[in-house]
């Protein structure tokens, strides 16, 4: 692994309550989607203080952030978690660094909030096995931690409703217009 000092400085600047990590985990025990990333939270943001920047940007965890606030919520250093997750999506377009899968999680994430208002985990999680080509090939583990959540009551079967659902269609029809 090659030390990024350029990377390291350019994420600080952004994000300098990145430094406070000391890897006590509260980000990943409370993310709902930390089961579909290839580096869990935890891992991202001590890669990302290890100036990895390869790893970092070629990961899948900063497109499968719901950006749900929940490990910002939780972590007692107030490490701004989704910000870092939101620069490291920029970060990683502008490098070429993008994965196959990412825009295809975008895809899954917009979708959601256009139709739904919000994004409904499960939802989220069976668009993007079908985007990604993956819908009938969970793996045992996914399996158990989707049970485990949803006996938690952490993974619903159905979403909310909310309101203004039709304002959220009407912005991401006018979006669609401007392109």
Known sequence: ????LDFIRKVQEEVPEVNR??????CT???????TMDLKP???????QLGDKEKVLRASTCWMCAS???????CPNEIPIVKLMDLLRQMSVKEGKVTEQGPKINDAFLAAIKYLGRVHE???????KRRTGGLFKLNPDEIRLAVQMFR??????????IKGTKVMKKIFSQLE???
């Open 122 to 128: 499960l939802a989220l999680i069976i668009d993007l």
């Open 68 to 74: 749900c606030e929940t490990c910002a919520t939780r």
């Open 21 to 26: 990590c000391y890897q006590c985990l509260t």
């Open 42 to 48: 935890h891992e991202l943001l001590k890669h990302v």
């Open 152 to 161: 938690h009551g952490k993974l619903k079967l159905l979403p909310i409703k």
């Open 29 to 35: 025990l409370g993310c709902p989607l930390a089961f």
């Open 177 to 179: 217009k401007q392109k």
């Open 1 to 4: 692994m090659k030390k990024d």
